[in-house]
């Protein structure tokens, strides 16, 4: 069946450009979770949702930063005035329930995103 | 969250056995060990999950002594395609976030 699939796959934009990347979760997974991943290191949480709503945003850097889940499907990343350092690859996962961290997490490709 | 701390690096070859350990001192009562292995340019990938003693499934082994402080990984008779980062993560049972640590990054060789 179809994985969790994100776009663009890669995204180049300017120091202080609005950007927002999109993640497709698996077909019927409640829980959504974002990663940000810098060469080198291993993925970094930023948030999770449980259904449409927000459960867990501790680890989203700064207020340039939100994410939004409408339908409780979709999921967009939103970034303001993107710096430099927020170059890194973004992860989306998916599971079938939330609040159980053993569940296996699905994730997806991943968006490239260079801040020049 | 208890800390891991794994080898940066491994190398072998194809055929061989390879063996990842992985410290996990302050583990809790109700964590558990779970591995992910990432490819270039993919995102991570589970691989298998275990509380206490041995776990087996169609890719790796994981062993997991009584005090639970440590776990092995091991990948048996690799082959070229299992050059990869392998993670080792402490998670709990009750939670909603993994948290990566630098992984061990294996490479196969001919």
């Known amino acids: 069946g179809a994985g969790v699939s994100q776009t663009p796959s890669n995204k180049v934009t300017e120091k202080g450009k609005y950007v927002e990347l999109r993640c497709d979760p698996i077909?019927?997974?409640?829980?959504l979770y974002w990663y940000r991943q810098s060469l080198g290191q291993g993925p970094e949480f930023l948030i999770y949702?449980?259904?449409?709503?927000?459960?867990?945003d501790s680890g989203l850097p700064n207020d340039r930063f939100f994410a939004v889940r409408p339908e409780g499907s979709v999921s967009t990343l939103k970034i303001q005035r993107t710096e430099r350092g927020d170059s890194a690859v973004y992860l989306c996962?998916?599971?079938?329930?939330?609040?159980?961290?053993?569940?296996?997490?699905?994730f997806g490709p991943g968006t490239r995103l260079t801040v020049l | 969250l208890a800390k891991t701390t794994q080898p940066i690096s491994m190398d072998s070859y194809e055929g061989q056995e390879v063996n990842i350990t992985c410290s996990h001192n302050?583990?809790?009562?109700?964590?558990?060990i779970t591995w992910y292995q990432q490819f270039p340019s993919q995102g991570p990938r589970f691989i298998i999950q275990g509380y206490k003693t041995k776990v087996t499934n169609e890719v790796a082994s994981l062993f997991i002594p009584a005090d639970r402080k440590s776990s092995t990984l091991s990948l048996p008779r690799v082959s070229l395609s299992d050059t990869a980062v392998y993670y080792c993560?402490?998670?709990?049972?009750?939670?909603?976030?993994?948290?990566f640590g630098g992984g061990t990054r294996v490479l196969v060789k001919p």
């Open positions: 302050n583990i809790a009562t109700n964590d558990y």
């Open positions: 077909s019927g997974h409640t829980a």
């Open positions: 996962a998916s599971s079938p329930q939330g609040g159980v961290s053993y569940n296996e997490q699905f």
């Open positions: 949702f449980q259904g449409t709503g927000a459960a867990d």
């Open positions: 993560l402490v998670v709990k049972a009750a939670g909603n976030k993994l948290t």
